[in-house]
Every structure is written in structure tokens, then in C-alpha cells.
T-cell receptor, first 112, second 114 residues
Framework: NAGVTQTPKFRVLKTGQSMTLLCAQD?????MYWYRQDPGMGLRLIHY???????AKGEVPDGYNVSRLKKQNFLLGLESAAPSQTSVYFC???????????FGPGTRLTVT | SQQGEEDPQALSIQEGENATMNCSYK?????LQWYRQNSGRGLVHLIL?????REKHSGRLRVTLDTSKKSSSLLITASRAADTASYFC??????????????FGQGTRLTINP
């Protein structure tokens, strides 16, 4: 099992460009999450999904969109990147009711 | 706003010593979890303690929970160089959509000196 994988690992964008981060899990988890991690801020939840075809906003959803067309994939989109979105992005997944979340290795995004 | 706050923000000890990290939170919780993050990596789940539990052990890890004080502590005994990492507490809060949402603290950066 690969667990949770994220692509790409690194990316540099110019302000106003768009991109999509892909998260894939092979553990048949129902729930998937996108977080961002900034220095001194811990992890903050951007969006999450409780199943295929469903998404919901987290703590800091502005400027991001998500889609869960397949159970194993959760996409995070930035339509018009801003320097404030420079961060490390983590995807996670879990089964319902077990609560333990499994994290991917992260994507380091820099917006100039 | 941050639900959990870790204390201290950084801790440096000698190998073999015990390391204690504390976490305080603001609202009622269903459970509290601790995660470890090695530099440049994703988080790894360490232990979960439910709101009706007071203490839990897993190998060299001991977690306590005091819901009256809204605080938890993580003790790592007989520390090793490989324990060098950042440690995060995460409190679980319910969401309207049914998923259990984790709210993370800012983390404690632990350094074990050989």
C-alpha cells in the first residue's frame, strides 16, 4: 500500500496563476481532508470530504476549491494564486468513527 | 482560532531523559490525539485518548487528559535521537457534515541531543 500520496511535491507559481494539487489514497477511506501548514500556525483545515461527490468548507476555505469525483482522489484547486497561499499543503484521509488520520508527505507551494 | 496550544514551543533534552509536552484547549472535545512530524514529512498518528479516559500508554508514550482543566500531556520516556521531531496535539470537534474535524495546536519542537 502506498497510503496517501500527493503530487506535485514542490511547485512555484506566479501571482494569478492556477494549479491543482492531487491527493490519492489506496486505503478505501471515506473521509479526506486538505490542510495547510504555516510556520507557527500548526495545521489549518481548508476543505474536507465525507464521501465521493461531497465536499465541505473547513477553517480557511477562501481562495481554494475542491472536488471528490472518485473515492480515492481529492483535488485542491487554486484558481488565482496569491502570495498568502505560500504554504505546505497536506492531504489526509480516515475511516469514519476511527478518527485517526493518515497524512501524505506534503506539497510545498511558493507563490511569487 | 487555535483550539489547542502546546507548551513549550521548543524543548531540547539529552538522550535518555524524559520529555514532557503539554496541550491546552478551549472547548469540550470528544477525544484528543497526538501526532508526530519529522522534518519535511507528513504527520504520523501516535495516540488517541477519549474524553472519558484519564491516562493511556503506548510503548514509551504516556498521555494524560484532564477535561476539567482542558489540558493534556504527552510524556516520552527514555528519549532517543530518533524522537527528534515536532509533536502536535489535535482536538476533535464535530462538524455539521458528520466528519470529525481535527483542530491542531502549534506544536512542540523536540530535539534530543546525543
Amino acid at each position: 500500500n502506498a497510503g496517501v500520496t500527493q503530487t506535485p511535491k514542490f511547485r512555484v507559481l506566479k501571482t494569478g496563476q492556477s494549479m491543482t494539487l492531487l491527493c490519492a489514497q489506496d486505503m478505501n477511506h471515506e473521509y479526506m481532508y486538505w490542510y495547510r501548514q504555516d510556520p507557527g500556525m500548526g495545521l489549518r483545515l481548508i476543505h474536507y470530504s465525507v464521501g465521493e461527490g461531497t465536499t465541505a468548507k473547513g477553517e480557511v476555505p477562501d481562495g481554494y476549491n475542491v472536488s471528490r469525483l472518485k473515492k480515492q482522489n481529492f483535488l485542491l484547486g487554486l484558481e488565482s494564486a496569491a502570495p498568502s497561499q505560500t504554504s505546505v499543503y497536506f492531504c489526509a484521509s480516515s475511516f469514519p468513527l476511527t478518527y485517526e488520520q493518515y497524512f501524505g508527505p506534503g506539497t510545498r507551494l511558493t507563490v511569487t | 482560532s487555535q483550539q489547542g496550544e502546546e507548551d513549550p514551543q521548543a524543548l531540547s533534552i539529552q538522550e535518555g531523559e524524559n520529555a514532557t509536552m503539554n496541550c491546552s484547549y478551549k472547548t469540550s472535545i470528544n477525544n484528543l490525539q497526538w501526532y508526530r512530524q519529522n522534518s519535511g514529512r507528513g504527520l504520523v498518528h501516535l495516540i488517541l485518548i477519549r474524553s472519558n479516559e484519564r491516562e493511556k500508554h503506548s510503548g514509551r508514550l504516556r498521555v494524560t487528559l484532564d477535561t476539567s482543566k482542558k489540558s493534556s500531556s504527552l510524556l516520552i520516556t527514555a528519549s532517543r535521537a530518533a524522537d527528534t521531531a515536532s509533536y502536535f496535539c489535535a482536538t476533535e470537534v464535530p462538524t455539521s457534515g458528520g466528519a470529525q474535524k481535527l483542530v491542531f495546536g502549534q506544536g512542540t519542537r523536540l530535539t534530543i541531543n546525543p
